[in-house]
């Protein structure tokens, strides 16, 4: 994991480096047609609100745009993971849910003249969620693509070159979950909070 999370910060730091240095008035002109864009990774640690989950963990990559001063929206790729806990639902229970999203979000900055930007988003998508336990001793897997929401609110620091540090706190709706017992098949959508931690870079 910290090997990826080393390639991720490497990325984009190379793209900082490309950006931060024009070599003529069209480099300089390029410059100017993305300044408008960003890109982010992110890792959050994933509480879920019931109680038959454990705490997970979340990777998320977003590409977005600002729309004007206050306005943003940016499309975001996700994997989370939670394990069960060993009571799930009443039955005994050794696995694990995931799940892969992509979304859209809107955000809204508050800027101000510090280096300190309040934000808060919200957004919908699509998720591929699997689930794969042994419930009762016995191994169970289903997978269902279901929609998936989320809101939330942070904070941005600004860095030096176009680099940001984004805090940030989310409620979010992985969407529905097969989970398939011995004598039953139920529907359940987990709700989870995430704290998040991200790198982000303005080119």
């Given at each position: 994991m910290a090997k990826t999370v080393a390639f991720l910060i490497g990325?984009?730091?190379?793209?900082?480096?490309?950006?931060?240095?024009?070599?003529?008035?069209?480099?300089?002109?390029?410059?100017?047609?993305?300044?408008?864009?960003?890109?982010?990774?992110?890792?959050?640690?994933?509480?879920?609100?019931?109680?038959?989950?454990?705490?997970?963990?979340?990777?998320?990559?977003?590409?977005?745009?600002?729309?004007?001063?206050?306005?943003?929206?940016?499309?975001?790729?996700?994997?989370?993971?939670?394990?069960?806990?060993?009571?799930?639902?009443?039955?005994?229970?050794?696995g694990k849910i995931s799940s892969k999203s992509a979304m859209v979000n809107l955000g809204v900055d508050f800027n101000n003249s510090t280096r300190f930007t309040p934000f808060f988003f919200s957004g919908a998508g699509y998720s591929y969620n699997k689930f794969d336990a042994f419930i009762n001793d016995k191994l169970r897997k289903s997978h269902k693509n279901s929609l998936t929401y989320q809101f939330g609110a942070g904070l941005t620091i600004d860095l030096p070159n176009g680099l940001s540090i984004d805090l940030s706190y989310s409620r979010s709706n992985q969407g529905l979950y097969k989970f398939i017992f011995d004598e039953e098949t139920i529907e359940r959508a987990p709700e989870t909070d995430a704290y998040s931690v991200g790198l982000k870079f303005d080119f």
């Open positions: 990325i984009l730091l190379s793209f900082n480096c490309t950006a931060s240095q024009p070599i003529n008035n069209q480099g300089s002109a390029n410059n100017d047609l993305y300044k408008d864009y960003y890109t982010k990774v992110s890792y959050s640690n994933t509480n879920p609100t019931g109680s038959n989950l454990k705490n997970g963990y979340s990777f998320k990559s977003a590409f977005g745009k600002k729309i004007n001063d206050f306005l943003k929206w940016e499309f975001q790729l996700a994997y989370n993971r939670n394990h069960l806990k060993n009571k799930f639902y009443g039955n005994k229970a050794e």
